[in-house]
């Protein structure tokens, strides 16, 4: 089998960010609808969805790969169909995708609505009565004011699909050369006695993550800061309109 052959040193990394990669991207999408679904709704139902959005950050990784098995797997509610489609998922780097986007989605999510919901309503309002529909308001006026702490919050999306271990084992195996991320080359390079690689490996994850989470806290300040600075030039100008 050709991942039989020699593995090069670069490809865990490599796999790591097209899987964390992919995995953002697809909860961006999936996450920035749902939290504009859910944006300001208190009902009873929308409590209960915002707890299954939710829930994935904090079950354990192994709890939610045997949920992906039981939807995906070869036997699962959706195997028969895809293996009619030749669509192969378990033991692939696209089921490792699939893994983290489940994983990183509670994050990119919360950290969506929190900032859909931080933008004041007034704004929109104002758009409304100038007839603008309600994807023009969304698009042109609520996201534009909240895409610092969605950025953010993919960011630590990113960082935590970098480090993605249970569920992607479970669902995508730990085959080097094929779906072996750092998370896992780690742990083998460990169960091997090979501590200085797996030093090296801890090292780098750490550094990419590190700088990942530096990056968001630079983008949340940046946001928090022009929030206030709104917020003092309004009640400015209210002042001096009231003299």
Do not use: H
């Not at 630590?156 to 050369?177: H, K, Q």
């Amino acid at each position: 089998m050709f991942w039989d052959l020699p593995v090069p040193p670069w490809f865990p990394i490599y796999l790591s960010l097209k899987v964390a990669g992919l995995a953002t991207l697809v909860a961006l999408i999936s996450g920035l609808a749902v939290a504009r679904f859910q944006m300001r709704r208190k009902s009873f139902f929308s409590k209960v969805l915002d707890a299954l959005c939710t829930l994935p950050m904090i079950l354990p990784p192994t709890v939610l790969g045997y949920y992906l098995i039981l939807v995906v797997g070869r036997r699962g509610i959706l195997g028969e169909w895809l293996a009619d489609m030749n669509i192969e998922v378990i033991f692939t780097w696209q089921g490792a995708v699939i893994a983290a986007t489940v994983v990183v989605f509670p994050l990119i999510y919360k950290s969506a609505r929190a900032a859909l919901e931080s933008v004041d309503p007034r704004y929109e309002d104002a758009a409304r009565t100038l007839g603008a529909s309600e994807a023009k308001i969304f698009f042109l006026v609520t996201l534009p004011l909240a895409w610092r702490g969605i950025l953010a919050g993919s960011m630590l999306a990113f960082a935590r699909g970098m480090g993605e271990f249970g569920a992607t084992l479970m669902i995508a195996g730990n085959i080097p050369g094929r779906t072996q991320t750092l998370a896992l080359a780690i742990y083998d390079a460990f169960q091997a006695g090979d501590d200085p690689k797996a030093l090296s490996l801890v090292l780098l994850t750490s550094f990419i993550c590190l700088s990942i989470l530096v990056a968001a806290d630079s983008f949340l300040s940046a946001r928090i800061g022009g929030e206030k600075r709104s917020r003092s030039k309004a009640k400015k100008a209210q002042t001096e309109a009231s003299k």
